[in-house]
């Protein structure tokens, strides 16, 4: 047994398996805790010996317990407005869409805008883009916008009536209005920053600055309600600590509101938005930012703090603008698309960052975009080393060097298996056969010994991590397609990615992020037992209980 403190505990969890998530990846039958902390772990009948009158004991029944779980990277706010809408993951058709559209209907009023997201052509049984014609059969008067899996979204007539776009309208500076390549009609998808032709006519937030527009932010009353509604979901999947990139100062309020009135239900990271980050910015503003903060990555306490600055080099691989070097499949050329930054100042811009005592974390899809990452904090790190925790994120395609370089200084990685699950049964009619099992290679990062916290990246993909963990293991998508298998991790391995790398990243592991003596009591029940589960039964995991410091927070 293994014990912090000599006190009675306030809760005893017996008679199952605790994925400890410490150096041995140990798992125990038994946990105490004390207060906010671990007590003790070790056998039942050790942990047992130790309770009180006032313990509270609860019988685990054989299932298993496991670390509060770490969203190293995800976007809280823009959840919950997803939330408040229309959340598409997990849709099989498009006719399933086209239900689920003509419900809302029925429950708002005729001519108000409905919103949702994200969605992504390959989750459904068709396989095929979503037009204006599909949403106006069920809805003929309501505007419909739908926020595709990374930027672009599909609206209908009513949408592109309102927004004054039409056959005749010219396609805006870095953006597209699709048109059917037979009759020359507009399809009502819009890619790029064509989708704030729609964005600066709707009311509310959808209609922000902060999510693009470019007509002003919410408010940070109608922020804090969407965070709010977002960690009320998250408590019942086990998220007990987020990270969320690319905030503005707006955001930044609403979560130190929420701090001060204690309705945090989830510890959070901030990453500040940076270069490259949103659809339009003002570089100007972005080259002043670290100097109007009197402070850096570190500051802030075990609820709230702030770890670094949100890059983006590149958009995404299924929107044709992962910045790569080889083509898609059945093409003979590298598509031209314009980056998020200007990569000559790269190079300044981390090291900037990096001698302020900020952390970077760099937004990359394609091989190209990793190196130009890597090698941007890696001359940082070599020329000025200190500890630090900077990251790139998505991260599918890394090369040798790259490898080489991210475990030489240290650069760790944010990792989304939940793209596989909901992209991968896409991919083999997008990507090079060679390239398939080549994705996401989270097996290769492991063995390089580089730290690569698992995410989901709501609202890019679901937050359900056992989604996430279930592509980890199996490499599979929702309808069952699989990458292969020599990039599998096992279930242990994911636990840690879930959990204890995603502390890594915020340089936190010696107070979260596994079940060891003294650390904080943020942990999960989950209502099976991960010792000899199906793989296939992975992604049907639900907990039962989830504990944040010390204290229960939902009780299924």
Same mark, same amino acid.
């Given at each position: ?10 809760y005893?969890?017996y008679?199952?398996s ?6 041995n ?5 038994a946990?105490?805790i ?6 003790a ?7 047992m ?13 054989s299932?298993s317990v496991?670390p509060?779980?770490?969203d ?8 919950g407005?997803?939330l408040d809408?229309l ?5 099989n ?5 086209q239900?689920k559209?003509?419900d ?8 108000s805008?409905?919103q949702?997201g ?15 014609w599909?949403?106006?059969?069920v ?6 916008t ?7 979204c599909v609206?209908?007539s009513?949408?592109?009536e ?5 056959k ?8 597209e209005?699709?048109k059917?390549?037979?009759?020359g009609?507009?399809?009502?998808v819009?890619?790029?920053t ?8 709707m009311?509310?937030p ?5 999510f693009?527009?470019g ?6 009353d109608l ?11 998250y408590?019942?999947?086990g998220?007990?600590s987020?990270?969320e990139?690319g ?10 509101t ?5 309705e945090?239900r989830?510890r959070?990271n901030?990453?500040l938005?940076?270069h490259?980050?949103t659809?339009?910015?003002?570089e100007?503003?972005?080259d002043r930012?670290?100097?109007n903060?009197?402070?850096t990555?570190g500051?802030g306490?075990?609820?709230l703090?702030?770890?670094g600055?949100?890059m983006?080099?590149d958009?995404?691989l ?8 080889w083509p898609?499949k059945?093409?003979?050329e ?6 998020r930054?200007d990569l000559?100042k790269?190079?300044?811009? $981390? ?6 005592g900020?952390? $970077?974390?760099?937004h /990359?899809?394609g ?6 990452a $890597?090698?941007a904090?890696?001359k ?6 200190r ?6 994120v998505?991260?599918?395609?890394p090369?040798?060097?790259?490898l080489k370089k991210?475990?030489e200084?240290k ?9 596989i699950y ?10 090079p ?6 994705f996401?290679?989270l ?7 580089? /730290?690569?916290?698992?995410?989901t ?10 989604w996430?963990?279930?592509s ?5 998508g929702?309808r ?6 020599e990039?599998c $991790?096992?279930?242990?391995e994911?636990?840690?990615?879930m959990?204890?790398y ?6 936190e592991?010696?107070?979260k992020g596994?079940?060891?003596p003294?650390k904080?009591a943020?942990? /999960?029940v989950?209502?099976h037992?991960l010792?000899?589960?199906d ?10 209980l ?10 299924k």
């Open positions: 047994m293994k014990i912090w403190n000599i006190v009675k505990p306030d005893i969890f008679n199952g605790v994925y400890s998530s410490d150096a990846d140990t798992v125990y039958e946990v105490a004390a207060e906010n902390k671990i007590l772990v070790g056998t039942s009948e050790e942990i010996n130790l309770k009180s009158e006032d313990t509270n004991i609860i019988d685990l029944k299932n496991i509060g779980i770490n190293g990277h995800n976007h809280p706010w823009e959840a407005l997803m809408g959340i598409l993951f997990g849709i058709s498009i006719k399933d869409l239900n559209i003509a809302k209907v029925k429950e708002v009023p005729k001519g805008w409905i949702g994200s969605y992504i052509e390959s989750q459904f049984i068709d396989n095929r883009k979503i037009t204006r599909d949403l106006d059969v809805s003929p008067n309501n505007p419909v739908l926020e595709r899996i990374f930027g672009a609206v209908n009513k949408a592109l309102l927004a004054n776009i039409t005749d309208t010219p396609n805006p500076e870095n953006g209005i699709e059917d390549e037979r009759t009609e507009i399809t009502g819009l890619n790029g064509a989708v704030l032709l729609v964005r600066t006519v009311p509310g959808f209609g922000s600055d902060e693009g527009a007509n002003g932010e919410p408010s940070v922020i804090e309600k969407s965070i709010k509604l977002t960690f009320n979901e408590i019942k999947y998220i007990t987020s990270a990139p905030v503005s100062s707006d955001v930044c309020k609403a979560y130190h929420l701090l001060k009135n204690k945090l989830c959070v901030l990453l938005n940076w490259g980050f659809i339009k910015q003002n100007s503003q972005l930012l670290i100097g903060y009197n402070f990555a500051y306490n075990e609820w703090m702030y770890s600055l949100k983006a080099i958009g995404g299924t929107s044709g603008t992962a910045l790569k070097s898609y059945d093409e003979t590298l598509r031209k698309f314009n980056l930054l000559k790269l190079d300044k811009w $981390v090291d900037e960052a990096h001698r302020s900020w952390n $970077v974390a760099i /990359v899809m091989d190209i975009a990793i190196e130009k $890597v090698d904090i890696y940082a790190v070599m020329a000025n080393p500890k630090h925790q900077h990251q790139i998505h991260a599918y395609y090369t040798v060097e790259s991210m475990k200084a650069i760790m990685v944010t990792v989304q298996p939940s793209f909901g992209e991968a049964d896409g991919y083999e009619n997008l990507l056969k060679e390239k398939i099992n080549e996401l290679p097996k290769k990062y492991l063995n390089n010994n580089i /730290v690569a916290s698992m995410s990246d709501m609202p890019c993909a679901h937050f359900n991590p056992f996430n963990m279930y980890a293991v199996t490499r599979k929702m069952g397609y699989c990458l292969g298998t990039e $991790v096992t279930i242990k994911a636990i840690k990615m959990t204890y995603g502390a890594c990243l915020t340089d592991q010696d107070i596994s079940i060891e003294g904080l943020d942990l /999960v989950l209502d037992n010792d000899n589960i793989h296939e039964e992975i992604r049907n995991i639900m907990p039962v989830t504990m944040l410091d010390g204290k229960i927070v939902y009780n």
